[in-house]
Each structure stands twice: as structure tokens, then as C-alpha cells.
């Protein structure tokens, strides 16, 4: 099996109190708060975020050579979602593409898969929950994303240091009724939770002791344990029968941010990692029509690899201001009324070929003679009218400055007012695009930007994804 070579995670912006909830449905109110994803993310945005963390200061040498994405909720069905996460990432065309979604264990066959890969294999992982209004999915649910990037096992001339030793894997696979979606549905259904508890109580005590026989381990040697899984009252159950010691356990992060199904065991392990020392050990147990178990060590590499920001960070910046009404509106769950203006026109094909690499990736151009940088690229240069093809020049993570900036209340949005800039980037360019998770109340010009990969619109059926500028708010800005 391929050892870790890299991680990442992304934790959006936005966060809604459970508080809230209670307040406005009249119930009882739950502490913390749930990740939300605005209305310009889904599953797949938030997977390219996540991978571009794993992969940001990763040598062009060690880039995956495959992709898998998983998603319990992918922004299109009879359609590879995995595709638009490879065109940003600019992967290889001869590296492949492919889905495996549709229930909450696909995110750990994807990284199993990934492990079990000749080749470098980067598995994606990411998930919006939600259900009913007033219901617990909503209420627990949360939305993130995470990343893994695996050495191939047949790779002996990859030199990406190993910051993870895959030590043990075990499965216990069983069929019975716990959640599930007709496909069409909106919400799941769950079974009695006693039921689901006594179903998972056996599978999750084999495939532990399993996983602790191969790796050689004692419960007393597991040095952070990570159980998962949306069964709230049977993961708490396996956990505590692991006889793992307390201390051990990992925050399951599900009071800050809920639990975000697919994701939700990446999330925790990238927070594990972001803090674990050399030589620990961490085992992850996902509860899921079944159980899963993965035992890694961490090795010397990962103090050089940890990625920014940190989990812990992501969650510390987040926005718990949104309201329970404009939640509800952006999970289409609440139709209001539309500004008086013509409807978005969806993106068409043909156009989306052919600017594939601006589009996706956001590859700006340089001029060849005077070295101008243009966004987008053209053919004819500004400043010294040299006609022919520029050199490309990938600007996703260059930061940039807010040179002026408008606020517009009338154009259409499912969040308004919109927040539009011109941009300076550093190095040279400047582009007028839309700024994503700005409070125009302290926008100001003179503020640093980094860029970040969104749905801009959905028209007809056709998500249309491109590139906003997003506040930078921990520390430096990267590029």
C-alpha cells in the first residue's frame, strides 16, 4: 500500500448557531454551531479547496497521476464531477478521473483505493448535509471537504517523502436498514437508533481487533482514535469499546462544525494531523452499512508537510452571523422573491471548451516580448501590440490587493448585494471579478484577496464554476 504523502482539508467561511435554529422553529436550542456552504459552493468547489491545501508547495514531480472524488451529495448525477476538480487541479490529461458517491462509506473505499494505486492517486472527499427543516440532519450536518494524496505502490521513482505509514486496514461489511435517499429525495431516512447501535456494536469490535492484530497494536498504543459515522449513539458506543483510553479520543469536531458525512472522518484525520508527532499511531473507524478501519503512523516528513491553514484555524475564522432564513435560501428549501432582473443565462459548451484552462484552472498569459501579464489571456498584447500565443501562467494561488470596489444590491443573486472588485495581483494583472465571504460593511480598499474556486450561477441544469477573490484572513497571503 502507498504511505500519506500529503493532506488538506476546507472548512467554509460561513457557519450557522444552532441556536438560531431553535430560536426561529421554537424549540429547544443545541449548542455549537454547523459549517454551511455558501450559496456559491457544493461538493465540488469545496473538493477543490481541499485539494489545493494538500497540494499547495508539492513539487510538479509528485503531482497525482489519478483521481477519485467522493460525495454523498455530487453537484451533478450522469455526469463525472471528479472532471472539474482535475481541470482546476491541471492535471494531467492522461491522469483518470472518476466518482465514487452516493452514500457515506464511498469516502473511505476512495481512500482505500487511493492506497491500493500503482501510480500517486489524490482522493477527494466531500459532503453537503442537511435534511428537513427542524430535523437532526440539519441540525448536525455540517460541509467540508478533505484531501489525501497517496505514494503509488508501484511508483519505486517517486521521492515524495512519506509523512503517514498505512499500518492495517479492515472491513466488516453487513446489509441492513440504517440511512438511506431514494434518489430524487431530498432528505434521508433513518431506522430506530437502537436498532442501528446493536447492528454496528459486533462489526465495529471484529474489524478493530482486526486492524490492531495486523498493525501489531494494543488499544493502549493507539495514540489519537477517530470514530465516524452519522449513527451519533453507536459511534459514541464503538468508540468506548475500542478500549482505546479516553485521552486518545479525537474531537469529532461535530460541536463546531457538525458532522459532514462523507468528509467527516477526512476532516477529524487532518486535524489529527496537523497537531500528531512523529512515531504516533491514529486509527480511524467509520461506522457506515458496515465498518471501516484504517491504522496509520505518523513518520519525521510530517512536521514539513503539515498544510496551512490548520483546521483548528479555519474553524477559529468562521462567520457564525448567518441567518436561519438565508440557510434555508440557499439550500433552495426557501423561495423568495427574485430582484427585478432577467434570469442568468447558463453557461454554454462549446465556449466552456474552448477557455477550458481560464475557466477551470485560471491560467492567465504573459506576453513573450515585454513579459505583460494578461487575465485573461489574449491574443494581442496591451502593452506592446505583439500578436501571437502567450505563455501560460497559472495564477490561482497569487494574492492580490482590492484596487476599488462596488456593492451592488439589485444584481441577481441568492445572496445579496453582491460584492464586486478590480483586482491587482501581485506580480502584475489586474481583473474585475466577484468577491466571496466579504462583509461589505469592512471591505476596504488596500485589503488583501486570495483566490478561491466557486459555482458562480446554476442555469437551466448547468453549473457554471469559475474563480472569485475571497478576504484573506489568517496571516500572510500565499503566492
Known amino acids: 500500500m502507498g504511505g500519506l504523502v500529503a493532506y488538506g482539508a476546507y472548512v467554509p467561511h460561513r457557519r450557522l ?9 421554537g424549540a429547544a436550542a443545541a449548542p455549537g454551531s454547523r459549517s454551511v456552504a455558501a450559496h456559491d459552493e457544493d461538493s465540488t468547489s469545496m473538493g477543490v479547496e481541499a485539494a489545493r491545501a494538500a497540494l499547495r508547495g508539492l513539487p510538479g514531480a509528485h503531482a497525482p497521476r489519478q483521481l477519485l472524488f467522493a460525495s454523498s451529495a455530487p453537484a451533478y448525477t450522469d455526469k463525472t464531477n471528479a472532471t472539474a476538480v482535475h481541470a482546476a487541479l491541471r492535471l494531467d490529461r492522461t491522469a483518470p478521473a472518476a466518482d465514487m458517491c452516493g452514500a457515506v462509506r464511498s469516502g473511505f473505499a476512495a481512500l482505500t483505493a487511493a492506497q491500493d494505486s500503482p501510480v500517486p492517486t489524490l482522493a477527494v472527499l466531500s459532503d453537503l448535509r442537511g435534511g428537513l427543516p427542524g430535523g437532526a440532519d440539519e441540525r448536525e450536518g455540517g460541509d467540508a471537504a478533505a484531501a489525501f494524496l497517496f505514494a503509488g505502490s508501484g511508483d519505486t521513482a517517486s521521492t515524495a517523502p512519506v509523512i503517514a505509514d498505512v499500518l492495517a486496514r479492515a472491513w466488516s461489511t453487513s446489509e441492513f436498514l440504517d440511512r438511506w435517499r431514494i434518489q430524487g429525495e431530498a432528505s434521508s ?3 430506530e437508533e437502537r436498532f442501528g447501535e446493536q447492528a454496528y456494536a459486533p462489526l465495529a469490535g471484529a474489524a478493530f481487533a482486526d486492524a490492531l492484530k495486523q498493525a501489531g497494536l494494543t488499544p493502549e498504543g493507539v495514540d489519537h ?38 468528509a467527516q472522518f477526512g476532516v477529524v484525520l487532518c486535524d489529527v494531523l496537523d497537531r500528531a508527532a512523529p512515531g504516533e499511531t491514529i486509527a480511524v473507524m467509520l461506522l457506515a452499512d458496515g465498518v471501516s478501519v484504517l491504522v496509520l503512523r505518523a513518520t ?20 457564525d452571523s448567518l ?20 434570469d442568468p443565462e447558463p453557461p454554454y459548451a462549446p465556449p466552456m471548451l474552448r477557455s477550458a484552462e481560464w475557466k477551470y484552472a485560471f491560467v492567465a498569459g504573459r506576453c513573450q516580448v515585454c513579459g505583460t501579464r494578461h487575465l485573461p489571456p489574449a491574443d494581442v498584447c496591451r502593452e506592446c501590440r505583439h500578436v501571437g500565443p502567450m505563455d501560460p ?16 444590491h439589485l444584481a441577481y443573486s441568492l445572496s445579496p448585494p453582491t460584492v464586486m472588485a478590480v483586482v491587482d ?26 483566490m478561491s474556486f466557486r459555482r458562480t450561477r446554476t442555469a437551466r441544469g448547468v453549473h457554471n464554476y469559475f474563480w472569485k477573490a475571497r478576504p484573506v484572513r489568517r496571516g500572510a497571503a500565499r503566492g
Open 323 to 342: 441567518t436561519y432564513t438565508t440557510f434555508l435560501t440557499w439550500r433552495g428549501l426557501l423561495d423568495r422573491e427574485p430582484p427585478r432582473r432577467p
Open 300 to 319: 519525521g516528513a510530517l512536521a514539513g508537510r503539515r498544510t496551512e491553514p490548520a483546521v483548528a484555524e479555519q474553524i477559529a475564522a468562521g462567520d
Open 425 to 450: 495581483f501581485d506580480g502584475g494583472g489586474r481583473m474585475r471579478c466577484e468577491l466571496a465571504d466579504a462583509d461589505p460593511g469592512s471591505l476596504r480598499i488596500g485589503d488583501r484577496v486570495e
Open 225 to 262: 482514535l477517530i470514530v465516524a459515522g452519522t449513527h451519533g449513539r453507536a459511534v459514541r458506543g464503538a468508540a468506548a469499546r475500542t478500549g482505546v483510553p479516553r485521552r486518545a479520543w479525537a474531537d469529532d469536531l461535530a460541536e463546531a462544525i457538525g458532522n459532514p458525512g462523507t
Open 189 to 191: 431516512r433513518t431506522w
Open 393 to 408: 501562467e497559472p495564477m490561482a494561488d497569487t494574492a492580490g490587493t482590492v484596487a476599488t470596489f462596488t456593492i451592488d
Open 17 to 25: 448557531r444552532r441556536g438560531e435554529i431553535a430560536a426561529v422553529l
